[in-house]
Nanobody, 121 residues
């Protein structure tokens, strides 16, 4: 009914850059906040960055100054520009979005299946 599909992951050398994209489709009335998460084996899931509908952003301390989250409300897409990548940025990255499917319905967060980011040392 609602789908989130990430793309843009891959293998990159330390110090390099990647840009992730996440497209939201399906039965949507409005989209609220959008987020990027990451998780590596043996580590807790981490909220990397979030952006609300007016464009205000928040970042985890570990990525502040290196990553930039943005959104295109016409394309229902959220992006994560990742610069100065380090090996400890390696993980599975996935997006989330608060979505209401009809007028006056509650916002519910949906997630995609993610894309792998590997940073070589």
């Amino acid at each position: 009914q609602v789908q989130l599909v990430e793309s843009g992951g891959g293998l990159v050398q330390a110090g390099g850059s990647l840009k992730l994209s996440c497209v939201v489709s399906g039965s949507i009335y409005t989209i609220g906040a959008m987020r990027w998460y990451r998780q590596a084996p043996g580590k807790q899931r981490e909220l990397v960055a979030s952006i609300i509908s007016d464009g205000a952003t928040n970042y985890a301390d570990s990525v502040k100054g290196r990553f930039t989250i943005s959104r295109d409300n016409v394309k229902n897409t959220v992006y994560l520009q990742m610069d100065s990548l380090r090996p400890d940025d390696t993980g599975h990255y996935y997006c989330g979005a608060d979505i209401s499917i009809r007028r006056y319905s509650a916002y519910i967060e949906h997630w995609g299946q993610g894309t792998q980011v590997t940073v070589a040392s």
